[in-house]
């Protein structure tokens, strides 16, 4: 039974570049969040989607960074025009969305600007 | 929002001991869980405890809601315990889960062999 998959789980950018990272859900959950770790603020909830619909994005940046999870395919969350201050270990979780709605994670990305 | 507070930070322990870490939270909660991150940075669920008792091998877990807090029980550590626990809380106003969850700041546990 897989778990939450998340690739790619190291990825490197140069600033100004784009980074797409990617999240499928465990087998038969709908719901999908996005957080961030920063190694001085610890870990932040950035977003909650469930298929086509983002539900609430209140810990997103305003610029530069977006997520969508389409009918068909995994979660993206896309950082444009990366800078320094992105270099974070970014984490996908998914639930039922139904019961207790607990939250299982995926393994990261790390992800590093330079 | 939820404020989530957890102590010790940092606890530092011989194999074989026992420990106790807390999670304090400012406001009632719909949903709380426990995790432990590894050395390898992986996020582990060991626990959903909103309320009431669980145990889970040498790990156990109490929330005591009434209170606002939550702590997890380690007996007879091992050096594979070794990593950071986070506490995690979601708090659905009005009636309406919004899948946020706010983590503590993490205590962070080493076992010596």
């Known amino acids: 039974n897989a778990g939450v998959m998340q690739n790619p789980r190291h990825l490197v950018r140069r600033r100004g570049q784009e980074a797409r990272l990617r999240c499928s859900p465990m087998k038969g959950h709908s719901h999908v969040y996005w957080y961030r770790q920063l190694p001085e603020e610890g870990l932040k909830f950035m977003v909650y989607l469930q298929k086509e619909n983002i539900i609430d994005e209140s810990g997103m940046p305003k610029e530069r960074f977006s997520a969508e999870f389409p009918k068909e395919g995994p979660s993206i969350l896309r950082i444009q025009q990366v800078v320094r201050g992105d270099s974070a270990a970014y984490f996908c979780?998914?639930?039922?969305?139904?019961?207790?709605?607990?939250?299982?994670f995926g393994p990261g990305t790390r992800l590093t600007v330079t | 929002g939820i404020q989530v507070e957890q102590s010790p930070p940092d606890l530092i322990l011989q194999e074989g001991a026992n420990s106790t870490l807390r999670c304090n939270f400012s406001?009632?909660?719909?949903?709380l869980q426990w995790f432990h991150q590894n050395p390898w940075g992986q996020l582990i669920n060991l626990f959903y405890?909103?309320?009431g008792t669980k145990q889970n091998g040498r790990l156990s877990a109490t929330t005591v809601a009434t209170e606002r807090y939550s702590l997890l029980y380690i007996s007879s550590s091992q050096t594979t315990d070794s990593g950071v626990y986070f506490c995690?809380?979601?708090?659905?106003?009005?009636?309406?889960?919004?899948?946020?969850?706010?983590f503590g700041q993490g205590t962070i546990l080493t076992v010596h062999p």
């Open positions: 995690a809380v979601e708090r659905r106003a009005g009636g309406t889960s919004y899948g946020k969850l706010t």
């Open positions: 406001d009632s909660v719909n949903n």
């Open positions: 979780a998914s639930s039922t969305g139904t019961g207790d709605y607990e939250q299982y």
């Open positions: 405890i909103p309320s």
